[in-house]
């Protein structure tokens, strides 16, 4: 019997997750490690998905991505809403960059990587998809704009039916026929509505005197785990795929992420927005809504292949936000770079 076996490697990989989770050095990584835990463990024993995986394949990935953006829905009020118009210029900027600059880079890097069809179809997928749900996070460990972080994250989700089809549209229809009102169909069904079902809970709780911050807490954990579920899933039913194509396209999906922080921060400095400002919009440019993407991918396209980019991102974006945010959150901006620019 060998000393290596899927059982250890995953026991290892979980103990691993639990101590990153539970050391207070190393707890502001917690949902990174989860993420990338659930990756490996798809990878190394996919059984342990696969087993109990549903005869609907597309349709247990709706129903885990409604999860994950009711309890996002469930953590914004009208107010966050509001505060758009106290900050057009910042919102404007940032949904600007997220539904031009992140298209751009997926299709562009696909093309120099030299990706097959089926991945680059991943790679714009997930580059036309509306900020991550758990930029918000990421935003507040880096002692950013958290106001302007949710204000974007909610914009950019209600923009998605209408940017997202048109993003995949112009950069992938030589090489998949684009059904423009299903995918609208399908972002509005698994994104906007339980997004709008979330908020009208955080207002019910509000009127019935819930504690809203416990309840936020328990529903952006919900979100958490359905996120990993995604990603987890999606590593197990392609992990042949993954194993042959794996390096080049996590060299891939990190540009991306690494490239979405860097084009994010100075393409918001170019704009005019102070410091704080523009390292929150990089966040939100750099960290993209995977679990949607690998959904529309199943789900509108048929294509499986196109959503193992969106699940080695997720892991990727999580580990990278961490970092990025510890070395803000250590490195804030001077008083003068606090304003903006007339």
């Known amino acids: 019997m060998p000393w290596f076996s899927p059982q250890l490697g995953l026991l290892v990989v979980l103990l691993l997750a639990l101590l990153v989770a539970w050391h207070p050095k190393s707890r502001t990584y917690g949902f990174a490690s989860w993420v990338v835990a659930a990756v490996l463990a798809g990878l190394i024993y996919p059984n342990l998905y696969l087993d109990y995986l549903p005869t609907d394949y597309s349709q247990f990935l709706n129903y885990l991505l409604q999860i994950a953006m009711f309890g996002m829905g469930a953590t914004l009020t009208i107010e966050d809403f509001q505060r758009v118009l106290k900050m057009p210029k910042a919102v ?13 880079l997926g299709w562009a890097l696909s093309k120099a990587l030299g990706l097959p069809p089926e991945l680059t179809l991943g790679m714009i997928l997930l580059g036309a998809s509306p900020g991550g749900i758990s930029s918000n996070v990421i935003t507040y460990l880096a002692k950013g704009n958290v106001a302007l972080s949710v204000s974007m994250t ?4 209600l923009l998605a039916p209408l940017m997202t089809p048109l993003m995949v549209y112009l950069y992938a229809r030589e090489s998949v026929e684009v059904d423009y009102l ?19 809970a955080n207002l019910l709780m509000r009127r019935l005197r819930i504690d809203p911050a416990r309840a ?18 999606i590593a197990a039913k392609s ?5 042959k194509v794996g390096s080049v396209l996590l060299v891939a999906v990190t540009l991306h992420n690494l490239l ?6 100075w393409g918001s400095r170019l704009s005019g927005l102070n410091v704080r400002d523009s390292r929150t919009v990089a966040i939100e440019v750099g960290l ?4 949607m993407a690998a959904n529309l991918a199943v789900d509108v396209l048929k294509n499986t292949s196109a959503a ?3 699940a080695l991102f997720a892991p990727v974006m999580n580990v990278s936000g961490s970092v990025l945010a510890s070395y803000w959150a250590q490195s804030p901006p001077a008083e003068s770079n606090l304003k903006t620019p007339a």
């Open 154 to 157: 909610a914009v950019s989700t």
């Open 92 to 104: 404007f900027v940032g949904a600007f960059l997220q539904f031009t600059v992140m298209p751009f």
């Open 182 to 200: 299903k995918m609208f169909l399908s972002i509005l069904n698994t994104v906007v509505v339980p997004v709008a079902l979330g908020l009208i």
């Open 308 to 310: 193992i980019a969106p």
């Open 239 to 243: 992990q042949s795929q993954i194993l």
């Open 288 to 291: 993209q809504n995977g679990g």
């Open 260 to 265: 979405g922080y860097l084009l994010g921060y």
């Open 216 to 233: 936020e807490k328990f529903l952006a954990l919900t979100s958490m785990v359905a996120i990993c579920g995604i990603c987890g899933l």
